[in-house]
């Protein structure tokens, strides 16, 4: 053990010693100096020429002082008065950084328990593996570049309803990805169709009696998934229109998402001239028929007048259960207003109470609420199902989020100026009569001018030879023109082709013709009188058909 005065490579002398007193090393070699603390002493090489100083003594009561003058040296790196005036400074900067610690693991924590909801309900929501929501694949599109998706809204969840495996709602969403817009179609519920199958009223009935027929409502999330493919399929036949994707959704999610975001505002408007809108059909919620609830504790619970569903005209602020029912009002219990049009009145709130959700989910006082946002993914995880698959999740994000308000429309099959169908929600046409409905539904989805523009074309035929005329009004129809008649031209000399056009703009139309036929619009008056709605008259005077 090494003694008390230790220092580095050295250790007291014996008592009597002397620096300088000589010894017997080999000569003129150092042997490397042992670590301090090993048992065996270093010996020193004192040099020859050091050996005549040894006429020099030094008491080691010396050396024993100037050894314990080097341990004084070495006391301030322990300087206890130092350490303490650095102790505040220390211990604040260590609560601080501590602090920041736990309010980091905390944001970690709270994210990643939304990001571990969000994978549990993507699961339940989107087809394939969770793991591909990375890849933020765009959306199928048809023809003109939009993705056609229906949602279905069933209420297998409402132990009171009636028939809840029937479709209470339908509604094709179409979304153009690179123009950002979309467009809103209800289907009215009580539309007569033709199923192609063997349903519980038959072969044929009501629109909203085809999901459970072909297995859905079921709660099994495949067998869901599999009828809405379907679904999506009939649909879209009915309306010509390619269908990709297929949406279904309870009771519960309309009323869990709503109460998730705080309430939604929704602008009432009631038909007819209505101040507003009132069913009573929910009145059953304030009470009423309840002989221990009092005309006092009705009016209470439901102010003014005791109706659930009872709006002015103007924004009202809806929480979840009136968004829910009035969601469903079609004015089929007196008494009522504002809900004349009945189902039709419903599909428009509807679009409204849609338009309204998104809306208040994408603003920021909702995002920035990590428990409204989880509300939200619980809400739809437990409640929705649909044919997307996780690898498009990132794109329809993006969607809710690029697509502004003012971008969503409505196409409504009863406009007042078009009605496309009748009182009695069937085709005004006739009973499975869908031709018309096809049509408008094109024209407003399309992205050619010539289908949006819908100009009235009239074919002649000029060239004197039977059926020319008919040929080519035809190769115009595969071209989505409009023809509104065919017929011989007056007798004269025509061009190969003469296009004159009546009136000003369809200028798209205009072009299309132009670049067909490889000539000039006329604007001259054409050798025939033509109808109201007549936009083009197209004379062929000569035989195409042996020349193409």
Wanted: glycine share 12%.
């Amino acid at each position: 053990m090494t003694s008390k005065h230790s220092i580095d490579g050295f250790i007291p002398r014996r008592a009597g010693s002397q620096l300088g007193e000589r010894h017997t090393p080999h000569a003129g070699i150092s042997k490397p100096i042992p670590e301090v603390g090993k048992n065996v002493a270093p010996r020193v090489h004192v040099p020859a020429a050091n050996a005549q100083r040894s006429n020099i003594g030094i008491a080691r009561a010396d050396i024993t002082e100037s050894l314990r003058g080097i341990e004084t040296v070495e006391q301030p790196v322990k300087n206890k008065k130092n350490k303490k005036t650095r102790t505040p400074k220390s211990k604040k900067r260590r609560i601080i950084k501590w602090a920041i610690i736990v309010l980091i693991l905390g944001l970690l924590a709270g994210g990643g328990w939304i990001l571990y909801r969000g994978f549990s309900a993507t699961g339940n929501i989107f087809k394939g593996n969770i793991f591909d929501i990375i890849q933020n694949q765009p959306l199928k599109q048809d023809a003109n570049g939009r993705s056609n998706i229906l949602v279905v809204g069933t209420s297998e969840d409402d132990p009171g309803h009636q028939a809840g495996y029937l479709t209470d709602s339908m509604m094709i969403v179409s979304i153009d990805q690179n123009k950002k817009n979309a467009y809103m179609i209800s289907i009215p519920r009580d539309l007569e169709v033709k199923y192609g199958q063997a349903c519980l009223s038959g072969y044929q009935g009501k629109i909203n009696v085809y999901y459970n027929c072909v297995g859905g409502g079921t709660g099994n999330v495949d067998a869901d998934r599999t009828a809405l493919t379907k679904e999506a399929g009939f649909v879209g036949g009915i309306l010509g229109m390619d269908v990709q994707y297929g949406v279904n959704v309870n009771y519960t999610v309309m009323r869990e998402l709503v109460g998730a975001v705080g309430g939604i505002t929704v602008d009432i408007e009631g038909s007819g001239g209505a101040p507003g809108i009132m069913d009573s059909n929910f009145d059953w919620k304030c009470g009423v028929g309840d002989r221990k609830v009092s005309r006092a504790q009705v009016l209470k619970r439901c102010p003014p007048n005791g109706h659930f569903i009872e709006y002015p005209n103007g924004p009202a602020n809806l929480d979840a259960e009136h968004a829910l029912y009035l969601a469903q009002a079609r004015g089929d219990v007196m008494p009522t207003y504002g809900l004349g049009r009945s189902n039709f009145d419903r599909e428009i709130n509807q679009q409204k109470i849609v338009k309204a959700i998104r809306e208040k989910a994408m603003s920021a006082g909702v995002l920035a609420n990590p428990a409204k946002v989880t509300g939200i993914i619980d809400a739809l995880g437990n409640n929705m199902r649909t044919t997307f698959e996780s690898k498009e999740i990132g794109t329809l994000m993006s969607l809710a989020k690029d697509i502004k308000s003012e971008d969503i429309n409505s196409i409504s099959l009863v406009d007042e100026a078009n009605p496309l169908l009748n009182g009695d929600a069937q085709p005004a046409a006739g009973k499975y009569q869908f031709g018309d409905i096809q049509a408008f539904i094109k024209k407003k989805l399309s992205t050619d001018p010539v289908v949006r523009e819908e100009a009235g074309i009239i074919v002649l035929n000029g060239s004197g030879v039977p059926g020319v005329g008919m040929t080519e009004a035809n190769k115009l129809k595969e071209q989505d023109f409009t023809i509104k008649a065919v017929d011989n031209a007056p007798a004269g000399t025509y061009a190969d082709v003469e296009i004159y056009q009546i009136g000003d703009g369809k200028s798209g139309t205009k072009a299309k013709l132009e670049s067909m036929f490889k000539v000039k619009t006329k604007t001259t008056t054409p050798p025939v009188a033509v109808d109201a709605g007549t936009n083009f008259v197209v004379i062929f005077g000569k035989d195409r058909s042996t020349t193409n």
